[in-house]
Each structure stands twice: as structure tokens, then as C-alpha cells.
């Protein structure tokens, strides 16, 4: 049998305008002040991996051996799309909480941000998968870039956090940009506000036109928003945010998005550094950020590298990370795999509606993993015949 090719990446990042591939490790960071430290020396060329979804807990942080940049999204290797890297079988063994728990879970937050606890928080449930024979996770990444319109996905290996992540690897496929820096200019896309996409086009049409005009959804947006010009606008003297959301979709998805541009004042911070600054976002995590990540950490089990953030940044400063949604954490010895799908809270929300997002969320990757669309009400194991 054919092994795995040589250039299978430890790292990726496939974007429709450029995409990062890298191999192997020179230096590791669990702390991102010494990668921000050492990438102003001038001494590495880059550095890449993912920040968790608490700013205190360990990084995933590496200094690749071999980088690998173009100017386009990434195009699978033959041995994913048709050779014998490309068989996957995958079933579901569980969910974190129950459909009913998290039902409950969002009711308890709208009785809190109506007690005014705080304004906005985002709950996630997980699924548990496993696989037989074990996958590759860069089978599971092929799989996303095939199946995105914008032909996104990421990997990052998760090790250098720390031996509960060693071997761990992280794939997913964001559509959302927490923030990049390109020379002195910074931008940023922040999604909130979202609704299932639908088969038929004239009822998916009604839906995105709904969610452009829903109250609901334009405030939970607004929150995102207003958190990156209060963190920008100190760092650039110009910057340049629309007054309404745009609608963005996925192929599962309709988002509101707000792309934002902003000219950054001397000395720059690199894009590691802006994406510690600007992480976490009310996108997925609430607001206040203290209230509502205290709120989640009682609620949730731990959410990892999920809804942290994935990406890289170079000498130069340059660099993009993505908000790490729509993704999966696959263990070492890639039998297992634990996927989130998340949505935010806000006073109005209904506790079915939010059900309802998170699955639609979550076809992302099950889709890519040959599951049901539909991720099922139990524990029964459910395939795609």
C-alpha cells in the first residue's frame, strides 16, 4: 500500500487568495509571548499553530522547518482525493450535552443576560466520533477544501501545548477571520448572527432577508463589532467599518458579516500580536468577556482549541489568523475526533431556534466526515448510507 506522501503538511492554511503549508519543528512555543518575542528578533521566518479558546491556557505554537506559501487556496494531493489515503469510515458515539441539556443550558443564559449578568454569551455542544480505520486529519482537511465554496480549511498540531494535546491535531474549515495584517494594513471579518441555509432557493432567499432585518441578530452582531473598533481604533489612524452588516454564506450557513479595514500606526503590532489582542471576540465567547467566559467554563466541558484561533505570522509581521469554528480536535491516534458547533445568546434568544443553528453548524464537518446532515437526537451511531 501506498504510504503517506512527503509533503503531507503538519501545518495548513488554504484561503481562496493564498494558503500556508509547513513541515516539521525547529522550536515549539506553549507560551505566545516568546513566539511574539523571537519573531521581532528577526531570527525565524515564521511562526505557526493555534491560540486556545482561553488566553491563559498553553498555545499550540511551532517554528516550521519548511514553509511553503502561495497565492491560491491549497489543492488536495491525489493520495486524499483518489488514492488509498482517501477512505474514511466514521460514525457518531456521542454528544456533549444532550440535545435537551443544551436546550436548557440556553434558556438558563437568557434568564441570566435578562438578570443582567451580561449582555450576550455563546454556548457550544460537542459530538464524539469515532473512526475505524483511524484517519488522517489531513484526509479530513482535503475533504473541507473540496467541499467549501471559499475552498478554506486549516490543521494545526496541537502538541506544543502540553502533554494532554500530544499527537492532537486540529482541522477545521472557519469562514471567519479574527483578524490579518498585510504591510500596515489590518483587516478583520467578524460573523454573528446566523440561520440554516434551506434546499429550496426561494425559501433560502426568505431566510437570508430575514435574518438581515432580524432586531435579534443585528445586536448580537453589533457586540463583535464594537469590541474590534474599541481594540483597533488605538492601533491604527484610520480604520473603516460599515454602519450594516453584509450577508455571507456557507454552504450550510447564512452569517452577518462586517468586513473591517484599518491602517495601522508605527510600531505596528504583528498578526500574532493583534490576534492576541482582539481574542476572544463576543463572536464566541459574549460580553462582558470575564462574565461570560466564567458562565461558560460552569456550563461547558472544556472547549480546548475550539473557538480559539488558527494561523500564522511571519518576521515581517504579516499574517492571518482564523476564528477556529466549524472544526474537529482528532486524537493521536486518529480514532477519535470531538467537533463543536456554538451560537450566540442574547435576551430573545429561543432555546429551539439555537438547537437548530448549532446542527447547522456542525454539517460543516460531518458532512466531510460522511455523516448525516441531520446530527442525530441520541447517541445511536448514524451513518450516510
Known sequence: MCSRPTTAPDFLLSRADGSVRTQGAKITFSDPHQAISLLSSGNVEMIVGALPFHPGAPAALTVPEKIIREDHALEPHPYYRIGPGAQLKAHLVGVDPSPQEHRKRVAHAVDAIQRRQF??????????????????????????????????????????????????????????????????????????????????????????????ASAKDQSEHAYVVEHLRRVLTPLCFSLSIPDQPELMKTNEVWHLATPIRGELREPAPSALELAMLTHPTPAICGTPATAAERFISDLESPRGFYAGAVGWCDSHGDGQYMVAIRCAEVSADGYQARAWAGGGIVADSDPETEFAETTAKLRTIMRALGLRDDVPQTTTPELLD
Do not use: W, Y
Not at 477544501?145 to 498540531?157: C, G, M, V
Not at 486540529?170 to 454573528?192: D, K, M, N, Y
Open 119 to 212: 449582555d450576550k454569551v455563546v454556548l457550544a455542544r460537542a459530538v464524539d466520533i469515532a473512526f475505524d480505520p483511524a484517519v488522517d486529519p489531513r484526509l479530513v482537511a482535503a475533504r473541507l477544501i473540496e467541499l467549501s465554496a471559499q475552498r478554506d480549511a486549516f490543521i494545526a498540531d496541537l502538541s506544543p501545548a502540553g502533554e494532554e494535546f500530544h499527537g492532537k491535531m486540529l482541522v477545521g474549515s472557519s469562514p471567519e477571520v479574527l483578524v490579518r495584517r498585510r504591510g500596515q494594513v489590518v483587516t478583520a471579518f467578524p460573523l454573528a448572527g446566523s440561520a440554516p441555509r434551506q434546499t429550496d432557493a426561494q425559501c433560502d432567499a426568505k431566510i437570508a432577508q430575514r435574518l438581515q
